[in-house]
């Protein structure tokens, strides 16, 4: 007999994943060397499977779960509570369609020692029994139904959590006219991150200025309901705002009333900033109000800025000028910037340490302002020309082929993107890492680029090929040989249910059209 | 094709091409410095001091049929469907072995790094546990029941739901 006792813990971790919890609590009576190697392997469980959880409960020492599964229901969750050592809890509800309900209280009641809980696509009950657990630390909710006590507002029922530093409610939603009244209790968060579609107000605003420890800061607000209200936060919510002088990053993305004079204030108080987000919702609201080149040329006062983002602006000469001053910048959005030409553009190429540029929606962009910024920007790891469709085609990708670094490439709706572009890009040095392509609606890209996209792009995980309607069958059959390629979009192309062999469909995760609705939530 | 020697631990030589040798890992570092040190004319030969003859014999028989022309060298690209379902189908069979034989083949897969054979072994053991009562394991694998009589007590009470069917299992 072998010396199974003393065998490797590499090769008893590979053998453990292929196991589920009743086999690994199994193994663990065998023999004590049996039971150490386990044990040591196993303080971190992924739970795939429902059937597994009520299982998983004999593994009691378990202090960090995953729970990620298609079909949940009230039964499946209550084996949880057997779980009492965790620390960390992450639940993740796939079927969007179906949530379940989960109550924090409830969990509260048994798990007294987490630390930090992650809950996504759930309705969520809000309710007292929460502040039991009181080493929690981080509670993220995302997508998540919140049902709290009328008039309440959540953050009353998580005043007793004096450790927690991080909350995060991401594309939640809600029925209660102030969701975040009392947030001003929380004192000693550090991260507060409520970009949902909940109701904002300048009265949050003034609520949660006065919260010192906050550095990071995201009050976007959805783009649907910034178009139904659309002067959420005004001049005078971000007027309180500017009291909070610590803040390093500050989101407000989705709300149309920021304007010059706002970015202006911003720029007088909050010196330390470095990440900053204006993003605009496109509606022609009666609040709305448009930032132009006098509020940008006020952030040129930020020297820390590492990251500007900035939608729906009348960008000029003056404006592009003043964002090329700062020398800090890695990431720069000016998406659907529908005034920006070439020749303010082409003051970005001061900006060539730049990881991160979009130019999403910027129809008087071309060709030639493309070729020269990523000329001098070799560090690109993301770029985004979507909706880029009037001039800018083939050319620019013989240019973007030549990043080496380049991960994420999106050319949505680029008409003038041909097989012919998408072979260089292929060809060139940004095959090597490219691990996002988004070329829905490229119309004239056909098998050819498909055949392409299939033998270079090694390392592609996401491939949207939506409304390519040239792109059939064998185009599709082509990419079966991309090894990391996790979702595949081909809502609207040619390609029948045949061309996607039953293994490839496995290993892939084929989409439908996307919601375009909601976009940025979806997209960060 | 290049062919290389391999040397296992008792001095018997076996010569392979030098595709199925760079199956593994080690082997293919190894081949590099060599040629890197000795040029492309000299005789390669690669001592392997920590497998023995009949595990190296058997772990070779996994190289050469995984490198069969229609196989690509990262065994994904260009392989038919049918050749696909042949290599599983003999996979299957070449894991029809003894757990003593299995433990030397999987340490010996781990040293070499060969990771096909890493996952099939691994994949081997698996079945060999999936479902059984400890005592079974035990069994298999050779172990003693060292638990102190208070640990066993212990255990029993915590992993309840997972002995329940122990019975049922015995019974199979």
């Known amino acids: 007999m072998g010396e199974w006792d003393t065998v490797l813990d590499d090769i008893m971790e590979v053998v453990l994943e292929r196991l589920n919890p009743q086999d690994m609590a199994r193994m663990r009576s065998v023999s004590s060397a049996w039971r150490a190697k386990t044990d040591s392997l196993l303080t971190t469980l992924q739970l795939r499977h429902a059937q597994y959880i009520p299982e998983a409960t004999g593994i009691t020492h378990l202090d960090v779960c995953f729970y990620a599964h298609h079909s949940f229901t009230a039964g499946t969750l209550q084996p949880l509570q057997h779980l009492r050592r965790l620390r960390k809890l992450v639940l993740e509800n796939k079927a969007r369609a179906q949530p379940t309900l989960l109550g924090l209280g409830h969990l509260g009641s048994q798990q007294t020692l987490l630390v930090e809980i992650h809950v996504k696509a759930f309705i969520v009950a809000v309710d007292s029994g929460i502040d039991r657990i009181r080493a929690l630390r981080s509670l993220h909710l995302a997508s998540c139904i919140l049902m709290m006590g009328k008039g309440q507002g959540f953050p009353a029922i998580l005043t007793g959590l004096r450790q927690l530093r991080y909350l995060a409610c991401k594309g939640c939603s809600g029925l209660n006219s102030r969701p975040f009244a009392r947030i001003a209790s929380l004192l000693s968060l550090e991260t507060c991150l409520l970009n949902c579609s909940l109701r904002m107000s300048d009265d949050t605003c003034a609520d949660i200025a006065s919260l010192t420890q906050v550095r990071t800061l995201g009050l976007a607000c959805s783009a649907l309901e910034g178009c139904l209200t659309p002067a959420c936060i005004t001049y005078v919510g971000v007027q309180s705002l500017c009291r909070m002088t610590q803040l390093a990053s500050l989101d407000l993305s989705g709300h149309a009333a920021i304007s010059d004079a706002s970015i202006a204030e911003i720029a007088r108080h909050l010196t330390v900033l470095t990440h900053l987000d204006l993003r605009k919702p496109a509606c022609d609201s009666p609040g709305a109000e448009i930032v132009g080149d006098d509020g940008i040329v006020a952030l040129s006062s930020l020297t820390l800025l590492e990251s500007v983002r900035l939608s729906q602006a009348q960008v000029g000469q003056r404006g592009c000028a003043a964002l090329a001053l700062l020398r800090r910048l890695r990431c720069l959005e000016l998406s659907y910037c529908d005034s920006l030409s070439d020749t303010p553009v082409c003051e970005l190429t001061l900006l060539s340490h730049l990881s991160e540029l979009s130019l999403a929606g910027c129809a008087s962009v071309t060709d030639i302002a493309v070729t020269a910024l990523v000329r001098v920007m070799p560090a690109l790891v993301r770029l985004d020309l979507s909706a880029c469709h009037l001039h800018v085609g083939d050319i620019s990708l013989y240019a973007i082929a030549t990043l080496p670094k380049l991960q994420m490439l999106r050319l949505h709706s680029c008409e003038r993107v041909s097989d012919v572009g998408i072979k260089s890009l292929c060809a060139g040095a940004a095959a090597a890492a490219l691990m996002h392509l988004d070329v829905r609606g490229c119309e004239r890209i056909s098998d050819t680029g498909a055949a392409c996209i299939g033998s270079s792009l090694q390392q592609l995980q996401y491939l949207s090929l939506e409304h390519c309607h040239l792109v059939g069958d064998r185009g599709i059959r082509s990419l079966s040989a991309l090894p990391h390629l996790e979702v595949l979009r081909v809502g609207g192309t040619a390609a029948t249910t045949d061309s996607i062999a039953a293994e490839f469909a496995q290993r892939v995760r084929l989409e439908s059209p996307s919601n375009g609705r909601i976009w940025w939530m979806l997209e960060s | ?172």
């Open chain 2, 1 to 172: 094709m290049r062919t290389v020697i391999l040397r296992s631990s008792d001095g018997a030589d076996h010569i392979v091409s030098s595709e199925a040798a760079s199956l593994s890992r080690t082997v293919q570092s190894l081949l590099e410095e060599l040629e890197a040190k000795e040029g492309e004319e000299s005789p390669l030969i690669v001592p392997l001091p920590n497998v023995c003859d009949c595990t190296l014999r058997k772990v070779l028989q996994y190289c050469i049929q995984h490198t069969e022309p229609g196989t690509n060298l990262t065994g994904r690209i260009h392989v038919s469907e049918t050749r696909r379902r042949d290599l599983e189908v003999w996979d299957r069979n070449y894991m029809l072995v003894s757990t003593d034989e299995l433990y030397h083949l999987v340490m010996a897969a781990h040293y070499l790094n060969v990771p096909g054979l890493l996952e099939l072994c691994c994949e081997g053991i698996a079945n060999l546990i999936r479902g059984k009562s400890p005592q079974h394991v035990r069994q298999h694998f050779g172990l003693v029941n060292n638990f102190e009589k208070a640990e066993e007590e212990d255990i029993r009470r915590t992993n309840l739901w997972a002995l329940v069917d122990e019975k049922e299992l015995a019974k199979k």
